[in-house]
């Protein structure tokens, strides 16, 4: 059973426009949630992470929204650019045990034409 | 500036050989991670652990065993490998909860 779903394999737009990736979750311990990006060939990076106590975080270009009610995330790129051509993979963590657990999703491709 | 460190970077093992994959981190990081990703999929979490000594199961942990006895070192033993390991490695580390994990750059196991 997915815990963290990604329902959306690829995304594709245009540069300098909104990109939007969707991400759901079933597990409501979970306490915090992440977004990573990944380049073929290379481990994944952090880009941005929310407390299950906030509805939004912001950095830069970069925006995540959390509502709970509807176990929903999103990450918003404004504006979008060629370099932000990658697979992005949305996290859940914080339960568990030791609470330690950090569950991914399968990823999202996310394609930015110039 | 290493971060974290995984050896090998590739392999290729014979089904039913034994292997240990190698992660070392100097971020003085508490939590530790072994994630694998198969082609097409996501990451799915191995074992974890969050302190020397402590370790835990993630979603896959089967087939697999881990121990911490450093704050530094986080090894991931096959003990027979199977064809389904094969499979591309991820080692991590975080210094807590809320704060981001630090990848390797991975181990391409494949066994044959």
């Known amino acids: 059973d997915q815990q963290v779903k990604q329902n959306s394999p690829s995304l594709s737009v245009q540069e300098g426009r909104i990109s939007i990736l969707n991400c759901d979750y079933t597990?409501?311990?979970?306490?915090?949630f992440l977004w990573y990006k990944k380049y073929p060939a290379e481990g994944p990076t952090f880009l941005i992470s929310i407390s299950s106590i906030k509805d939004k975080n912001e950095d830069g270009r970069f925006t995540v929204f959390l509502n709970k009610s509807a176990k929903h995330l999103s990450l918003h790129i404004v504006p979008s650019q060629p370099g932000d051509s990658a697979v992005y993979f949305c996290?859940?963590?914080?339960?568990?045990?030791?609470?330690?657990?950090?569950?991914f999703g399968k990823g999202t491709k996310l394609s930015v034409k110039p | 500036n290493a971060g974290v460190t995984q050896t090998p970077k590739f392999r290729i093992l014979k089904i039913g050989q034994s292997m240990t994959l190698q992660c070392t981190q100097d971020m003085n990081h508490n939590y530790m991670y072994w994630y694998r990703q198969d082609p097409g999929m996501g990451l799915k979490l191995i074992y974890y652990s969050v302190g020397a000594g402590i370790t835990d199961k993630g979603e896959v942990p089967n087939g697999y065993n881990v121990s911490r006895s450093t704050t530094e070192d986080f090894p991931l033993r096959l003990e027979l490998a199977a064809p389904s390991q094969t499979s591309v490695y991820f080692c991590a580390s975080a210094g807590g909860r809320l704060t981001e994990a630090f990848f390797g750059q991975g181990t391409r196991l494949t066994v044959v």
């Open positions: 996290a859940g963590g914080g339960y568990g045990g030791s609470q330690g657990n950090l569950i």
């Open positions: 597990n409501s311990m979970f306490d915090y």
